[in-house]
């Protein structure tokens, strides 16, 4: 079980999803419990933050129940769906409740990895809580002003009770600690591989948003032949389609800015023109067309007509002879900062 742990507003639901869509994807089926849509279907109606506070017994005594509803689907999903990690989703801010999950985890053998979200940036803050507001249920056709504020009282009846995991009381537990959305980590008794799996894709994501931007290259010399890969440069009118690229990216005032870029010419040409520093990834390469490299698809399809109805038939898997697949290109993560221009080779 993965229980995530943090006040609201502090990422731990797009945490959540992130990583269950990641584990999906290197093959550990995983799922996410979200308590909050549990206690969303208890109470339909949500009036305003006065559910939330710790001595609102009849909504403490719901919130209980939502949270005991949930452990029991992660043990379904264990035992008949065959599940192998469980995402369970909520604020688990104090040391009772996070006692409760470890024994429920304890009884039935589950390993726990507790995941703390904390965060103490004001902007971070203040972004988060909007985003929350915009995407939730609770607040739907509600003035901006009184959900904002209907949400830092939601956050300050958290926090009266919150008690973080302590390195020294909690020291026999496995977790990690993400400090101002990646400013800093504490990571403890990593257990197993795909723990530290988990602990690698949490220090290498980003929880605040960005904006990448995907551009073709200039067209090159051999584009106007229509001749497919190579190394050719940019032929005039792909200058000016670079200097018209640096032009926008002028005016969009972006700051730290970060371009990536293949290693041929016409990419490098391309982000030349940008005028900023970029760096050159082979992993951007257009795909090798093998012995097809620097052919027109006239020329392919009387040279090589199987392998032209091959390719028409499946462009995503065909391979090239001597060349490469264009689904082994289909894989790649961004690292950058704020703000990315990738100038890549793309192939239709």
Not at 55 to 67: F, G, L, P, S, V
Not at 251 to 259: S, Y
Request: overall charge positive.
């Amino acid at each position: 079980m993965i229980v995530m742990v943090g006040l609201p507003a502090r990422g731990k639901t797009y945490i959540s999803k992130k990583l269950t869509r990641y584990l999906n994807w290197i093959g550990v089926p995983t799922k996410v419990f979200n308590v909050g849509q549990y206690r969303r279907e208890a109470v339909k109606t949500y009036k305003n933050f006065e559910f939330f506070k710790p001595d609102n017994e009849e909504a403490m005594r719901i919130r209980k129940a939502c949270a005991s509803a949930a452990l029991k689907d992660v043990s379904a999903y264990f035992t008949k769906e065959h599940g192998q990690v469980a995402v369970f989703d909520a604020t688990n801010t104090t040391r009772e409740r996070r006692a409760i999950i470890i024994s429920f985890a304890k009884e039935r053998g589950y390993k726990v990895f507790f995941v703390e979200s904390i965060c103490e940036d004001p902007e971070i803050i203040a972004e988060n809580i909007k985003q929350v507001k915009f995407g939730s249920p609770d607040y739907v056709d509600r003035d901006i002003d009184e959900a904002m504020e209907d949400f830092i009282q939601r956050i300050e009846c958290y926090r009266a009770n919150y008690m973080s995991i302590d390195d020294e009381k909690d020291r026999k537990l496995s977790y990690i600690k993400i400090f101002d959305v990646g400013s800093r980590y504490l990571v403890n008794r990593v257990q197993d591989h795909i723990q530290s799996r988990i602990v690698y894709y949490l220090m290498n994501i980003h929880v605040t948003p960005r904006s990448i931007y995907l551009s073709r290259h200039g067209e090159s010399e051999l584009n106007l032949s229509g001749r497919i890969g190579g190394d050719a440069g940019l032929s005039s009118r792909g200058q000016k389609y670079a200097n018209a690229l640096a032009t926008f990216m002028r005016g969009q005032t972006i700051k730290d800015l970060k371009v990536w870029t293949s290693h041929m010419k016409r990419t490098i040409q391309t982000a030349e023109a940008l005028g900023v520093q970029y760096e050159q990834w082979k992993a951007l390469n257009e795909i090798d067309a093998g012995v097809c490299e620097e052919m027109t698809y006239e020329e392919i399809q009387e040279n090589f007509p199987e392998e032209f109805a091959l390719r028409d038939q499946d462009k995503y898997r065909y391979r090239y002879p001597k060349g490469e697949v264009s689904g082994l290109r289909s894989s790649w993560s961004w690292n950058g900062k704020k703000m990315s221009w990738l100038s890549t080779n793309l192939q239709v």
